[in-house]
């Protein structure tokens, strides 16, 4: 609790200054997006932008002390916004407001390096590991003018602006010493890729409801790493698409973050219906190196999707590159990549004169392998230009694609310079890199850049840039402790355990609830007379609201692992506005005592989500989890009394410890 107070003190101290910063996200980023969108928005205008006095909460906090570089500190923090904004927007001659402005999220903060020398700290770097919820309302949308899905269009470009600028692989350092790399701190290495198989989903719901017939759905799907997109083809008229198609994820945090699977029914003239949604935790890929799965989707009455998703590490060794090219050709999947191509662009000296312009230029950078292009923020008015950007390109063929680098003028759109380079040469450089200018062709002018070129590896190894060691186990500081139901840390997973097995476990409390923990009761029963498991889900306690809500609209959901058919998948009804909500439902399994002797139950309650998460595709609020191992359970075909169960609660993908319930409070 304390040190959620102290943070909250300091975000207190920090959010006038943080105003201005997101002022600037406004005006700059999200303003020029709306009035592009659509000829009746290019008045759009933001009048008015005041954030007010009421900073974030802060949730629970997480800090890493395991498998973290000694010269950094990383910690997450839960931090959720609604308050007491005051911003209006101008379209010609009316205005409107916004209102009710909420956002929660998981935020990341990297302190890095570590220094001897006073302030100790040489830089901290924040993000969100995902996308954030964010909702808002707008008013007086009838004195504006009648345009259809306003509302939802500013939530989108939000969005995507949030994710531009503070969701993973984006950053916002802030450099506290002098002669800091700030380029490092903003863009480290990757840690690697996600390979995704996307091939097929089957029980979906009927979306279009045909004439004196069943109807089917056109379903598509997308998928989410942080910031990066996905969208599969549409299959038309069916309930079993097949896709077979491949994506490629370059992951820089692989702790806490996840991947979301979207589906939705297309609707051309009106708005998609979503088909349902799931989510994959992203290290526990990388533990498995190999995942094929079907997921359940989740606000959903039926449906599952089939995944096929392998993680690929970073390596510089020429064994690699072969064993990838290797692994291509037995998989007859030459459009794969086989290696990454980072580019880090410093700046630029000596740039030829532009003719016939009256100023200086505006020079850019652009940046193309095969069909991929990115290009910097353009420099004003200067001849000696520093962008300090990095980019990220897979590359398919590192023996014969090539890197071609422009600078541009933004003013004229003439090319002041390229340069194009070979990945080939790199591959025979110490560690696959270079740091160095770049003569660009028939001038003076030298472009800087440092190239890093790594092979993707499907094989487990230690990595190569030592400064980029990924975060594996988090702490969280104790709750206080309660002699009648002590809580054991969970042990640390070995690399070779299953999915089901990393899952954290609780072990059931002693003697009724504890006052501090957020809890679950049940009791569990094997019936001899319908050969079926019965569990009773009675009640709740403490649970954590999301966001801002004083409450929430809990219902549980249980799996009977390791199965997740429909038969093995139950959840109960929803209870509004409570956080200690009692269902007193049981549900069914159909299974014998042995075989339920041999099994675990995956319990999560979760809050019912509103209109708005469900259309836009967010993953649904996870309010706490305990996985239930059978085989422990004593007289499980005797009735049993009720027992409580003390639950993990999740931030992002990772689960809190049980201890995280004692810093639910008002700030």
Known sequence: LFVCLFVYQILAQLWPYVGKYVEDILRNSVEPVVKDSHEMLKSFQFSTIMLGDMPPRVGGIQVYTEHVHRNEIILDMEIMYAGDCDIQIRMKRFLAGIQDLQIHGTLRVV??????FSPLIGGITVFFLNRPEIDFNLTNLADVFDFPGLSSLLKGI??????????????YPMPLIPDLEVTKLKYPMPVGVLRIH?????????????????????????????????????????????????????????????MQVNMFDEDPGSKDDPLGNAAVSISEVVKMGFSDVWLPLEDATTGQVHLRMSWLSLSSQMEALEKMEKVKRIADADALSSALLVVRVDSAKNLPTVKKSGSDPNPYVELSVAQK???????????????EEAFNFLIQNPLHQELLAEVKDEKTKKTLGKKVISVKSLLT??????????????????????????????EAEESDDLDEIEPVSPTTPAAPSNPAAPTEPAAQPSPASSAEDRRPKSEPAADGP??????????LHHSADTDKLLVTVHKATNLMPVANQKMCDPYVRIYLQPDKNRSGRKKTSVVKDNVNPAWDETLEFPVTLAEAKQRSLDVVIKNKRSLFETIRGNSGSVLGRVEVDLSKVDNLASQNNPVWFELKQDMGSLSRSSSVSSYRSEL
């Not at 302190?111 to 001897?116: H, Q, R, S, T």
């Not at 600028?165 to 950053?171: A, E």
């Not at 740091?435 to 800087?448: I, M, N």
């Not at 504890?514 to 009791?523: E, F, G, R, T």
């Open 373 to 387: 292009h990115e290009k910097t923020k353009p420099q004003y008015n200067t001849y000696e230009p520093v962008w």
């Open 111 to 116: 302190m890095k390096p570590l220094v001897k």
């Open 429 to 458: 450089l110490d560690k696959m890199s270079t740091k160095r200018p770049f003569r660009l062709d028939g001038t003076s002018a030298e472009l800087h850049m440092e190239l890093i070129l790594r092979i993707l590896s499907s």
């Open 514 to 523: 504890n006052p501090y923990a957020c809890q679950i009761q049940l009791s």
């Open 198 to 258: 996307l091939k097929e989903a089957k029980e979906l719901m009927r979306a279009d409801m045909g004439f004196m017939k069943k109807g089917k759905s056109d379903p598509y799907c997308t998928l989410q790493v942080g910031a990066q997109s996905f969208k599969s083809k549409t299959i038309e008229n069916t309930l079993e698409p097949r896709w077979n198609e491949y994506y490629e994820a370059v992951v820089d945090q692989f702790e806490g973050q996840t």
């Open 158 to 171: 939000v969005a995507d602006q949030v994710a531009n600028f503070m969701v993973l692989p984006n950053r």
